[in-house]
């Protein structure tokens, strides 16, 4: 088993220096900051200057061995609007990001499994097919178009909720719809197909064929063995939220960090991407360890073996 984990850690390490010096290379390729924050009209001299004093001057591997430094120093860098603490302001942004993935995670779990169970249990039914048509509809449709036909239905023609800002709780419910439908869409789709394929398999019937009740078989049997390929949807839907939020947020104005994303893009504001960039592949790298850790448990048999491929 620690073997195990530590092939995993090295994965994850390597991933996230991946991740991060692609972020890094783009950025720098994509223009420059100097004349995105100072403006086209400020004078040669006060734009050297400012690349001087942010280091930009330098040639781009001394910048990247210098970013790296500092990550392991704990030292992400500062914003270049205001020259606050990279990190201090992406964690202003995070309780505001949580407060709608965490709900959106709760929602793809408590509606996705067990719609996709049922529609497993009761295949070719009338059911499974609607079951099925929403799957493909939440899988299908692309979250920001999901996030103005909400708007426009409840919102514009309606008037039942807010459309965009964080005043009350009320303006987390068409967010929280927007990211949730789409996920437990997804996951009641792949719950369907592992439970199919886990009732066709000889040991369920004959676990029926001993006398078990329906319900027995489903529980100690059914349920356990589709839980393998069903947690690597999870898993991958817990490591994407965050990236997913993105979209979400920005559709409604919600101040979190996927805002805040979008917004120093714009504004070329690096340590501050490259800061968030950070945050998400730790994420999501942490959330597919937690996969392979669950594996492990579920299934022996995993351990040293290559996660099964995602469907």
Known sequence: MLHYLLSRLLR???SIIMVVTFVFVVLRMSGDP???IMGADAPPEAIDAFRKSWGLDQPLWVQYFSFFEAVFSGELGRSMRDGRDAMAVVLERVPSTLALTVPAFLVNLIVGVPAGVYAALHRNSLIDRCVMVMA???FAVPSFILAMLLVLILSVNLGWLPSAGQDSWLNAIL???TMGFGGAALLARFTRSAMLEVLGQPYIRTASAKGLPWSAVVWRHALQ???IPTITIIGFMLGGLVAGAVVVESVFSWPGVGRLLV???ANRDLAIVQAIVLM???TMVAANMIVDVLYGLVDPRMHGQARPARR
């Open 12 to 14: 994850a390490a390597v």
């Open 34 to 36: 100097a004349m995105v």
């Open 136 to 138: 493909v509809t939440g």
């Open 175 to 177: 967010p929280i719809a």
């Open 225 to 227: 063995n589709a839980a």
């Open 263 to 265: 917004i120093s893009v």
């Open 280 to 282: 998400i592949a730790i």
